[in-house]
């Protein structure tokens, strides 16, 4: 029987050749399967004790792979939906593998029939128009990080961009004047144009005359001219929240996430009327079952509804009493 061939070269041509040549995936998707890469080889090394170089296709098998998972759940205290995007990196290079190593055949299938585990529903939690207003009148716009903080908050609300396409925008990606909107790419290197309302609109015309930092590209950048990064946006985000529950208490019980502020964009879209399959194309959702959950976190739509049934009328006794129209149909039998 021939020897399993190493690990290490199939991951390698993995990643260079499936994911960053064939695929063009993210360099947050690369990123994300390269952790789970390193957590699981260096998983290996502590129970088999081989290093990375020595690993064969035939060690990682299906208990394996679920002994790493449970380890990782006791070891990092990692919650299901994080335990389950690990496994969707494992099933993805084992599926790759497939048309690769057809004589691992049985071995492959047996681990993509792992199953993820059951997840709950997290409730989506977005801000109303008070707490909007609040964390907006935070940033002194009498300097310039001010202003900067100010537009770039006011931007993700309105516009519903995730984190890591906000902070990789440049100035070139916005047009203005008719039809203005911002252009940027998502996941999976999708494109798409949001539009940018009035109140935007204005605003960033504004911005875009003040002379970029250090000759700078970046759309909001850093005071010596470089690239916000996610962590840098979510430290000024909470600088400027906490600012805000000073005026704002309903801002004291909440924990305002930069995804919060898209959430917040999806139910101003879905207050002002705006149908579902518009709202995914808005925020770049794959699909509109993901949408869904912001008609399911939305209580006045469900209120409304409410309003809408008739009420029931119940006889004081308590006892059903039939109308004429039945009454009368009964007689005749």
């Known amino acids: 029987m021939s020897r399993s061939p190493s690990i ?33 080889l260096r998983f290996a090394q502590r129970r088999l004790g081989k290093p990375p170089s ?6 990682p098998n299906a208990p394996f792979i679920i002994a790493f998972l449970d380890d990782l759940e006791a070891d990092r205290a990692i919650g299901a939906r994080t335990r389950n995007l690990r496994l969707t990196a494992i099933r993805a290079f084992f599926r790759f593998l497939a048309f690769e190593e057809p004589a691992s055949s049985g071995q492959i299938q047996r681990i993509l029939a792992i199953p993820g585990k059951l997840t709950e529903k997290r409730e989506v939690h977005f801000l ?4 909007i207003d609040a964390i907006l009148a935070a940033p002194d ?3 310039w990080l001010g202003r900067r903080d100010h537009m770039l908050l006011l931007f993700a609300i309105q516009t519903g961009l995730r984190l890591s396409e906000i902070a990789s925008l440049d100035r070139s990606d916005i047009t203005l004047g008719t039809g203005a909107h911002v252009r940027c790419v998502g996941k999976g290197r999708k494109e798409r144009r949001t539009p940018l309302a009035g109140q935007v609109r204005a605003a960033m015309q504004c911005w875009l005359k003040e002379p970029p930092r250090g000759g700078a590209s970046a759309l909001f950048p850093t005071i010596h001219g470089g690239r916000l990064s996610p962590d840098a946006i979510q430290y000024l985000l909470a600088k400027h929240v906490g600012t805000a529950r000073a005026y704002c208490p309903s801002l004291r019980h909440k924990r305002v996430s930069p995804h919060v502020l898209r959430h917040t964009a ?15 194309l808005w925020l770049g959702h794959e699909s509109i079952q ?16 409410l309003a809408k049934l008739r009420p029931h009328n119940v006889k004081r006794s308590g006892r059903f009493e ?9 007689d005749a039998l």
Do not use: N, W
């Open 8 to 40: 290490a070269p199939l991951i390698e041509r993995y990643f260079a050749e499936r994911l960053m040549h064939q695929r063009g995936v993210s360099p947050h998707t690369v990123a994300s399967y390269r952790d789970t890469f390193r957590l699981l």
């Open 54 to 59: 020595h690993l064969d296709l035939a060690d």
């Open 128 to 131: 109303s128009r008070p707490e």
């Open 141 to 143: 716009r009498a300097d």
């Open 266 to 280: 999806a139910m101003e879209l879905l207050q002002a009327g705006v149908d579902l399959s518009v709202i995914a």
């Open 290 to 305: 993901t949408t869904q959950t912001y008609l399911h976190a939305h209580i006045a739509l469900k209120t409304a509804a």
């Open 322 to 330: 039939p109308e004429d129209r039945l009454l009368a149909f009964l």
